[in-house]
Structure formats: C-alpha cells, structure tokens
T-cell receptor, first 115, second 117 residues
Framework: DTEVTQTPKHLVMGMTNKKSLKCEQH?????MYWYKQKAKKPPELMFV???????INESVPSRFSPECPNSSLLNLHLHALQPEDSALYLC??????????????FGPGTRLTVL | AQKITQTQPGMFVQEKEAVTLDCTYD???????LFWYKQPSSGEMIFLIY??????QNATEGRYSLNFQKARKSANLVISASQLGDSAMYFC??????????????FGKGTHLIIQP
C-alpha cells in the first residue's frame, strides 16, 4: 500500500467552527507532514512529526493544532480560522533518514474554504 | 533569498518533443536531496524523481531524468517524448537535513507545462 489518504476532500467552515482534517498512511513511515498550498503557489511546510513527536512547527498560528495519535494517523484541528486560511491542505509521509533522501508521498489534499 | 528557483513560469511544448524544466538551488549544507513533483489540476502531488547531493550519477526514472550539475547548483528535469498527460504544474523541491531525521521540503514556485497536440 503506497497511498496516503486524506478526509474530507472538501470542507467549508465558518470562522467560529471547529473542524478536523485527517490523514492516514499504512506504509510504515515514521515521519508525517502538513503543508498548506494557496492557489497558484507552491506548498508551504506547516508541521513535521517524527516518530509521533512534533519536531517542526513553522511558526503556524495556534488556531491550527496538529496531533499524531499513532504512527499511521495525523490530524489537523482547526478552530477560529480566518478567510485567508482557505487553501489546499496536503498531508505527506516519508521514512525519516539521516541524509537528504526519502521522497515524501502526498495525499490528495483537503480543499478548505473559510467563510 | 529563494532556496529553489524555477525561472520558467509556463511552457508550451509539442507532443513527443523532449522538454527541460529548469531548477537552481541554494544551500550551504553538504547533505541534501533534490526532488521533482508533478501536480495535475486535481491537486495531488506526484513524486517523479530524486537526486542526492552525493550521488555521482544523474537520476533516471522512465521518461524522466535529472540533469544534476552540482557546481552550478542546478537540477533540471528532462522529460523525453512528452505526452498530453504530462500537462501539469511541476515543482522542484529540496530537503536539507543538517541534523538528520525528518525535515520538510522547500519548493520552488513551479513551472506550468502544457503539452500541445
């Protein structure tokens, strides 16, 4: 199984809502990532989890709260978002390595619209 | 300063022709990885090819090859015999791992490739 799944595919939420994005992989990867991609822009790294521990937080606002309950699952909890947070949220996984190798496998993304 | 530079915002290529997508990078780390991803309009990022900083040979994967010129800090993607299905956004990306372990990718701005019949 070389697939990363993400749910939901689309999400529309108001600024006062609380929602969660879910990402799952069964490739035995121990590194998982959240990226944010605005329209016509490249993906930007948000968070990195390595062996279920948060290792990188790219100064993301606290209204985004990541969680890694186990080695296969990664969540992104959303609360009090702003319209400018509307974007494609991509999850990825890879095997942690000591060098630069280790391609990241991406899920199909969740298209988030904040009203 | 940008770490990954892709100078071609868009390209039009005739079907069956070869195409080269440019990528230059900037890093002071001796160990790094360079990646190319394809993103169709559906949004999914598809891994194409990887080149490690210590690799002596250029990477190849089917119709994809990476022209790695380390001294010039260049990692161009070459697609041979282009097909209509190659139309997509192409991103060059780099992973620097100064301390080892897991790290994210830094992406260039991308090149929008359109293959014409």
């Amino acid at each position: 199984d070389t697939e990363v799944t993400q749910t939901p595919k689309h999400l529309v939420m108001g600024m006062t809502n609380k929602k969660s994005l879910k990402c799952e992989q069964h490739m035995g990867h121990r590194a998982m990532y959240w990226y944010k991609q605005k329209a016509k822009k490249p993906p930007e790294l948000m968070f990195v989890y390595s062996y279920e521990k948060l290792s990188i937080n790219e100064s993301v606002p606290s209204r985004f709260s990541p969680e890694c309950p186990n080695s296969s699952l990664l969540n992104l909890h959303l609360h009090a978002l702003q319209p400018e947070d509307s974007a494609l949220y991509l999850c990825a996984s890879s095997r942690p390595t000591s060098g630069g190798e280790g391609e990241q496998f991406f899920g199909p993304g969740t298209r988030l619209t904040v009203l | 300063a940008q770490k990954i530079t892709q100078t071609q915002p868009g390209m039009f290529v005739q079907e069956k022709e070869a195409v080269t997508l440019d990528c230059t990078y900037d890093t002071s780390d001796p160990s790094y990885g360079l990646f190319w991803y394809k993103q169709p309009s559906s949004g999914e990022m598809i891994f194409l090819i990887y080149q490690g900083s210590y690799d002596q040979q250029n990477a190849t994967e089917g119709r994809y090859s990476l022209n790695f010129q380390k001294a010039r800090k260049s990692a161009n993607l070459v697609i041979s015999a282009s097909q209509l299905g190659d139309s997509a956004m192409y991103f060059c990306a780099m992973r620097e791992v100064p301390g080892g372990g897991a790290d994210g990718l830094t992406f260039g701005k991308g090149t929008h490739l359109i293959i014409q019949p």
